[in-house]
């Protein structure tokens, strides 16, 4: 009878642990961030400024705007750099799945 008692008790844990929901979890889904890299000199946007994070670089086209794709959602290090112009350097927060606006000004120095 204990036999028989272990035996269903030992099929119940071992069903009980295929069914549940503790399995692999899957990686995150990756976030984006973007945004508009203007001057303090002019105030207008900046062309071919570099924006990094994560290892990603973005270059700003035309109309000073930037985009980061693939990011691990989570708080990253954000570097924006251009030509007679100080680093900037600033914290930013993705989400999974969303797009994170971080617009930045950069110091003139000439």
Do not use: F
């Amino acid at each position: 009878m204990i036999k028989v008692i272990s035996r269903v008790v030992l099929i119940s844990v071992l069903v009980a642990s295929a069914c549940s929901d503790d399995g692999p979890t899957a990686p995150p889904v990756p976030g984006s961030i973007g945004g508009l890299v203007t001057s303090t000199s002019h105030g207008r946007p900046l062309e071919q400024a570099a924006v990094i994070v994560e290892g990603k670089i973005s270059w700003t086209g035309l109309d000073g705007m930037y985009l980061i794709e693939g990011v691990t959602p989570g708080n990253h290090e954000l570097i924006a750099t251009k030509w007679k112009h100080q680093d900037h350097v600033d914290t930013v927060t993705t989400t999974a799945g969303q797009l994170t606006t971080h617009d930045i000004v950069l110091t003139y120095s000439d």
